[in-house]
Protein backbone atom coordinates (compact mmCIF):
# COMPACT_ATOMS: atom_id res chain seq x y z
CA UNK A 1 0.00 0.00 0.00
CA UNK A 2 0.92 3.52 -0.92
CA UNK A 3 2.06 5.84 1.90
CA UNK A 4 -0.46 8.06 3.24
CA UNK A 5 0.22 11.93 2.26
CA UNK A 6 0.75 13.58 5.20
CA UNK A 7 -1.56 16.11 5.98
CA UNK A 8 -1.55 19.97 7.77
CA UNK A 9 -4.58 21.62 8.69
CA UNK A 10 -5.12 25.22 10.19
CA UNK A 11 -7.46 27.13 11.90
CA UNK A 12 -6.76 30.48 10.78
CA UNK A 13 -8.59 32.42 13.41
CA UNK A 14 -7.02 35.17 13.52
CA UNK A 15 -6.68 38.37 11.06
CA UNK A 16 -3.54 39.89 12.40
CA UNK A 17 -0.54 40.41 10.02
CA UNK A 18 2.00 38.72 11.73
CA UNK A 19 0.00 35.76 12.47
CA UNK A 20 -1.07 35.21 8.72
CA UNK A 21 2.59 35.40 7.92
CA UNK A 22 3.08 32.62 10.13
CA UNK A 23 -0.05 30.59 8.81
CA UNK A 24 0.85 30.79 5.40
CA UNK A 25 4.64 30.29 5.57
CA UNK A 26 3.55 27.12 7.12
CA UNK A 27 0.69 26.45 4.13
CA UNK A 28 3.21 27.07 1.30
CA UNK A 29 6.29 25.57 3.64
CA UNK A 30 4.18 21.86 4.12
CA UNK A 31 2.76 22.21 1.03
CA UNK A 32 6.24 22.58 -0.56
CA UNK A 33 7.55 18.99 1.12
CA UNK A 34 4.32 17.30 -0.41
CA UNK A 35 2.12 17.81 2.86
CA UNK A 36 -1.80 17.90 2.21
CA UNK A 37 -2.46 21.65 3.43
CA UNK A 38 -6.39 22.93 4.93
CA UNK A 39 -6.72 26.17 5.93
CA UNK A 40 -9.97 26.86 7.45
CA UNK A 41 -10.98 30.88 7.72
CA UNK A 42 -12.71 31.48 10.63
CA UNK A 43 -13.59 34.96 11.94
CA UNK A 44 -10.59 37.75 11.99
CA UNK A 45 -8.93 34.97 9.40
CA UNK A 46 -11.89 35.73 6.85
CA UNK A 47 -10.42 39.23 6.13
CA UNK A 48 -6.82 37.57 4.46
CA UNK A 49 -9.17 35.71 2.12
CA UNK A 50 -11.74 38.54 0.84
CA UNK A 51 -11.75 39.24 -2.57
CA UNK A 52 -11.20 42.97 -1.63
CA UNK A 53 -7.88 43.95 -0.33
CA UNK A 54 -8.79 46.77 1.13
CA UNK A 55 -11.32 48.76 2.88
CA UNK A 56 -15.29 48.27 1.08
CA UNK A 57 -18.04 47.39 2.20
CA UNK A 58 -18.77 43.58 1.88
CA UNK A 59 -21.36 41.56 3.43
CA UNK A 60 -25.36 41.85 3.42
CA UNK A 61 -27.09 43.99 6.07
CA UNK A 62 -25.85 47.57 6.87
CA UNK A 63 -24.46 46.69 10.34
CA UNK A 64 -22.44 44.04 8.30
CA UNK A 65 -21.43 45.91 5.53
CA UNK A 66 -20.08 49.01 7.62
CA UNK A 67 -18.07 46.30 10.06
CA UNK A 68 -16.19 44.91 6.93
CA UNK A 69 -15.70 48.15 5.57
CA UNK A 70 -13.54 49.05 9.36
CA UNK A 71 -12.13 45.75 9.26
CA UNK A 72 -11.04 46.41 5.72
CA UNK A 73 -9.26 42.87 4.05
CA UNK A 74 -5.50 41.35 3.39
CA UNK A 75 -4.13 44.84 2.85
CA UNK A 76 -5.45 46.05 5.96
CA UNK A 77 -4.25 43.44 8.30
CA UNK A 78 -2.80 44.93 11.42
CA UNK A 79 0.75 43.86 13.30
CA UNK A 80 -0.42 42.20 16.50
CA UNK A 81 1.42 44.47 18.67
CA UNK A 82 2.97 47.92 18.11
CA UNK A 83 0.90 48.66 14.63
CA UNK A 84 1.03 52.15 15.28
CA UNK A 85 -2.40 52.90 13.20
CA UNK A 86 -1.39 50.82 10.12
CA UNK A 87 1.83 51.77 10.06
CA UNK A 88 3.96 48.91 11.33
CA UNK A 89 2.28 46.16 8.74
CA UNK A 90 3.84 48.52 5.73
CA UNK A 91 6.75 48.93 7.28
CA UNK A 92 7.40 45.12 8.04
CA UNK A 93 6.39 44.71 4.50
CA UNK A 94 9.41 46.98 2.94
CA UNK A 95 11.95 44.86 5.81
CA UNK A 96 10.73 41.75 4.48
CA UNK A 97 11.46 42.34 0.52
CA UNK A 98 14.80 44.28 1.45
CA UNK A 99 15.53 41.68 3.18
CA UNK A 100 14.46 38.77 0.70
CA UNK A 101 11.68 37.13 3.31
CA UNK A 102 8.88 36.62 1.21
CA UNK A 103 5.99 38.61 1.89
CA UNK A 104 2.24 37.74 3.17
CA UNK A 105 1.23 38.34 -0.83
CA UNK A 106 3.76 36.06 -1.81
CA UNK A 107 2.90 33.04 0.99
CA UNK A 108 -0.59 33.52 0.16
CA UNK A 109 0.09 32.91 -4.04
CA UNK A 110 2.77 29.92 -3.01
CA UNK A 111 0.44 28.20 -0.66
CA UNK A 112 -2.29 28.49 -4.33
CA UNK A 113 0.35 27.57 -6.52
CA UNK A 114 1.43 24.68 -4.70
CA UNK A 115 -2.27 23.53 -3.64
CA UNK A 116 -3.11 24.26 -0.55
CA UNK A 117 -7.38 24.16 -0.02
CA UNK A 118 -9.05 27.07 1.58
CA UNK A 119 -12.17 26.72 3.07
CA UNK A 120 -14.61 29.28 4.84
CA UNK A 121 -16.36 29.17 8.31
CA UNK A 122 -20.05 29.21 7.84
CA UNK A 123 -20.98 29.95 10.71
CA UNK A 124 -18.20 33.34 10.90
CA UNK A 125 -19.96 33.85 7.67
CA UNK A 126 -23.15 34.39 8.61
CA UNK A 127 -22.30 36.43 11.39
CA UNK A 128 -20.30 39.06 9.16
CA UNK A 129 -23.14 38.28 6.75
CA UNK A 130 -20.41 37.26 3.66
CA UNK A 131 -21.12 34.71 0.73
CA UNK A 132 -18.69 32.75 -1.17
CA UNK A 133 -18.26 35.80 -3.67
CA UNK A 134 -16.91 38.08 -1.33
CA UNK A 135 -13.69 35.63 -1.12
CA UNK A 136 -11.15 35.26 -3.52
CA UNK A 137 -11.89 31.84 -5.75
CA UNK A 138 -9.40 29.53 -4.05
CA UNK A 139 -11.85 29.57 -1.64
CA UNK A 140 -13.97 26.63 -2.86
CA UNK A 141 -15.99 25.18 -0.07
CA UNK A 142 -18.02 27.16 2.98
CA UNK A 143 -18.22 24.61 5.59
CA UNK A 144 -19.28 23.91 9.45
CA UNK A 145 -17.26 22.23 12.49
CA UNK A 146 -18.00 18.47 11.89
CA UNK A 147 -16.59 18.71 8.10
CA UNK A 148 -13.39 20.23 9.18
CA UNK A 149 -12.57 17.52 11.80
CA UNK A 150 -13.50 15.10 9.16
CA UNK A 151 -11.00 17.03 6.98
CA UNK A 152 -8.54 17.48 9.24
CA UNK A 153 -8.62 14.19 10.86
CA UNK A 154 -5.60 11.43 10.85
CA UNK A 155 -3.14 14.73 10.42
CA UNK A 156 -1.61 17.96 12.22
CA UNK A 157 -4.11 20.51 13.40
CA UNK A 158 -3.03 24.03 14.26
CA UNK A 159 -4.78 27.16 15.68
CA UNK A 160 -3.11 30.32 14.47
CA UNK B 1 21.14 21.79 -17.89
CA UNK B 2 18.93 24.68 -16.18
CA UNK B 3 19.77 26.36 -12.51
CA UNK B 4 17.56 27.13 -10.37
CA UNK B 5 19.30 29.80 -7.52
CA UNK B 6 18.04 30.16 -4.25
CA UNK B 7 20.62 31.70 -2.18
CA UNK B 8 18.87 34.86 -1.42
CA UNK B 9 16.17 32.79 -0.64
CA UNK B 10 14.85 32.13 3.14
CA UNK B 11 12.39 29.63 4.39
CA UNK B 12 9.57 28.78 2.85
CA UNK B 13 10.69 30.19 -0.44
CA UNK B 14 13.59 27.85 -0.90
CA UNK B 15 11.73 24.29 -0.65
CA UNK B 16 8.48 26.18 -2.51
CA UNK B 17 10.50 27.48 -5.61
CA UNK B 18 12.16 24.11 -5.67
CA UNK B 19 8.65 21.90 -5.79
CA UNK B 20 7.40 24.70 -7.99
CA UNK B 21 10.43 24.21 -10.24
CA UNK B 22 10.11 20.38 -9.80
CA UNK B 23 6.04 20.61 -10.94
CA UNK B 24 7.01 22.02 -13.65
CA UNK B 25 9.33 19.73 -15.33
CA UNK B 26 9.11 15.85 -17.67
CA UNK B 27 10.53 12.82 -16.00
CA UNK B 28 14.08 12.65 -16.39
CA UNK B 29 14.95 15.98 -16.57
CA UNK B 30 17.09 17.47 -14.05
CA UNK B 31 17.78 20.51 -12.85
CA UNK B 32 20.74 22.43 -10.65
CA UNK B 33 19.69 23.95 -7.37
CA UNK B 34 22.34 26.65 -5.83
CA UNK B 35 21.72 27.03 -2.68
CA UNK B 36 23.31 27.89 0.84
CA UNK B 37 24.63 25.85 3.41
CA UNK B 38 22.72 25.68 6.87
CA UNK B 39 18.80 24.86 6.80
CA UNK B 40 18.54 24.87 2.23
CA UNK B 41 21.09 22.33 1.83
CA UNK B 42 20.11 20.26 5.43
CA UNK B 43 15.93 20.10 4.30
CA UNK B 44 15.56 20.75 0.31
CA UNK B 45 17.95 17.84 -0.70
CA UNK B 46 15.43 15.82 2.32
CA UNK B 47 12.61 17.04 1.10
CA UNK B 48 12.93 16.18 -2.83
CA UNK B 49 14.26 12.73 -1.99
CA UNK B 50 11.05 12.62 -0.28
CA UNK B 51 8.24 13.64 -2.80
CA UNK B 52 10.04 10.71 -5.05
CA UNK B 53 12.70 12.75 -7.08
CA UNK B 54 16.43 11.72 -7.19
CA UNK B 55 19.13 14.05 -6.23
CA UNK B 56 21.94 13.00 -8.78
CA UNK B 57 24.96 15.16 -6.89
CA UNK B 58 25.90 17.83 -4.13
CA UNK B 59 29.12 19.37 -4.75
CA UNK B 60 30.60 22.54 -3.29
CA UNK B 61 31.38 25.44 -5.28
CA UNK B 62 32.67 28.33 -3.14
CA UNK B 63 32.55 29.71 0.62
CA UNK B 64 28.37 29.00 1.79
CA UNK B 65 27.50 27.70 -1.51
CA UNK B 66 26.60 24.55 -2.62
CA UNK B 67 24.82 22.83 -6.21
CA UNK B 68 22.67 20.31 -6.14
CA UNK B 69 21.24 18.17 -9.24
CA UNK B 70 18.25 16.70 -9.08
CA UNK B 71 16.44 14.32 -11.56
CA UNK B 72 12.75 14.53 -12.15
CA UNK B 73 11.12 10.85 -11.11
Known amino acids: ?160 | MEVLDITREHCPMTFVKTKLRLSKMKRGERVEILLCEGEPLDNVPKSVTEQGDKVIGIAHLKSGIHSVVIEKC
Not at chain 1, 38 to 50: E, I, M, R
Not at chain 1, 97 to 112: C, F, G, M, P, Y
Open chain 1, 1 to 160: MADKKKKLSLVVFSGDFDKLVAAFTLASGAAAVNYEVNLFFTFWGLNAVKKAKGHRFTGKGFLARVFGFLMGGRKNAPLSRMNFGGMSPRLMTGMMKQRNVATLDELVEASIALGARFYACEMSMVILGLTLGDFIPEVKEVMGVAKFLELSQDGETLFI
